[in-house]
């Protein structure tokens, strides 16, 4: 079972975006998100996939890169099961393509330093593009 991503696109600087996160396949109890934190990561061309977000598997607490601080929401809806990323303000150098994933660890939030390698149940990915 995996997280697939959605709602990417092409849009001018400053302007917005929603992304949506939501499992794929069979949906077992066990892997509900209500259960698991989710963070959201991208990739640009050429570079290594970096932190963006991620919300708490309570949806309580929330955690942001520096980036992209005071631009993007996370914001989850354990009853839909899914997981959004509003982008406002978008730059030029946001355009990468955007995973995401929960955390290996149910039911448990890092709060800070998150890595890729602490997360898992990765989907395809979507394109974000922000033209200047």
């Known amino acids: 079972v995996q997280l697939q991503a959605s709602g990417g696109g092409l849009v001018q600087a400053g302007g917005s975006l929603r992304l949506s996160c939501t499992t794929s396949?069979?949906?077992?109890?066990?892997?509900?998100?209500?259960?698991?934190?989710v963070g959201w990561f991208r990739q640009a061309p050429g570079k290594e996939r970096e932190f963006v977000a991620a919300?708490?598997?309570?949806?309580?607490?929330?955690s942001y890169a520096d980036s992209v601080k005071g631009r993007f929401t996370i914001s989850k809806d354990n009853g839909k099961n899914t997981v959004y990323l509003q982008m406002d303000g978008l730059k030029p150098e946001d355009t990468a393509v955007y995973y995401c994933?929960?955390?290996?660890?149910?039911?448990?939030?890092?709060?800070?330093?998150?890595?890729?390698?602490?997360?898992?149940?990765w989907g395809q990915g979507t394109q974000v593009t922000v033209s200047s």
């Open positions: 396949g069979r949906t077992f109890s066990s892997f509900s998100i209500s259960s698991f934190s």
């Open positions: 919300v708490s598997w309570s949806g309580l607490s929330t």
């Open positions: 994933a929960k955390d290996l660890l149910a039911k448990y939030w890092r709060g800070t330093n998150y890595v890729s390698r602490d997360f898992g149940s």
